[in-house]
């Protein structure tokens, strides 16, 4: 079956940038929406981003100004850039998955956690 | 942006009885609704999609009703392995898709 893993750095510096990748593996890549989502420690879920195809992405406006998500169909790849980091991108991340017949993220990867501190 | 509520933040109960924790949004989101489960240390996991459609997998026990602006998610008989966090999602004004702030089901 399908499967998201998330790979990246575990610790950014506050102003740096955070990059993150998500592999799919064990299904088709291309036609979905694939997005990422943060939880802060001991908080609720926060949804980044999508991307779809290479041209078509969508953002959280409280986000926008400072991510990109690209993807990489060749490798079942997409990523998450982050810029200008501080203390609150401090959070678990997660790759999901909106299914085939609904918005709603069906399958997520295990998440990898991202502290950010000097 | 739409504002997902959930309530109570916290509902303690036995194995074997009846939740019933409740989602409501800002405005009107159809039925475009989500419920999700997550359990400690895991991601969260899809349980309800359309307001009431369960997910591949799910138990029959799992029940999800509602259209507009009020949800609710009902498990009819707690099993040990329910008790965890429940968040719901709207998917019907975005970007961006909102979750509500959670509902933890603990034993009581």
């Known amino acids: 079956q399908v499967q998201l893993q998330e790979s990246g750095p575990g610790l950014v510096k506050p102003s740096e940038t955070l990059s993150l990748t998500c592999t799919v593996s064990?299904?088709?890549?291309?036609?979905?929406?694939w997005s990422w989502l943060r939880q802060p420690p001991g908080k609720g879920l926060e949804w980044i981003g999508y991307v779809q195809y290479s041209v078509n992405t969508n953002y959280s406006p409280s986000l926008k100004s400072r991510v990109t998500i690209s993807v990489d169909t060749s490798k079942s790849q997409f990523s998450l850039r982050l810029n200008s980091v501080t203390a609150a991108d401090t959070a678990m991340y997660y790759c999901?998955?909106?299914?085939?017949?609904?918005?709603?993220?069906?399958?997520w990867g295990q998440g990898t956690m991202v502290t950010v501190s000097s | 942006e739409i504002v997902m509520t959930q309530s109570p933040a916290t509902l303690s109960l036995s194995p074997g009885e009846r939740a019933t924790l409740s989602c409501r949004a800002g405005?009107?989101?159809?039925?475009?609704l989500a419920w999700y489960q997550q359990k400690p240390g895991q991601a969260p996991s899809l349980l309800i999609y359309g307001a009431s459609t369960r997910a591949t997998g799910v138990p029959a026990r799992f029940s999800g009703s509602g259209s507009g602006t009020d949800f609710t998610l009902t498990i009819s008989s707690l099993q040990s392995e329910d008790f965890a966090l429940y968040y719901c999602q709207q998917y019907n004004n975005w970007p961006p898709y909102t979750f509500g702030q959670g509902t933890k089901l603990e034993i009581k």
């Open positions: 405005q009107s989101v159809r039925t475009d």
């Open positions: 064990g299904g088709s890549f291309s036609g979905y929406y």
């Open positions: 999901a998955r909106e299914g085939a017949v609904t918005p709603a993220f069906d399958i």
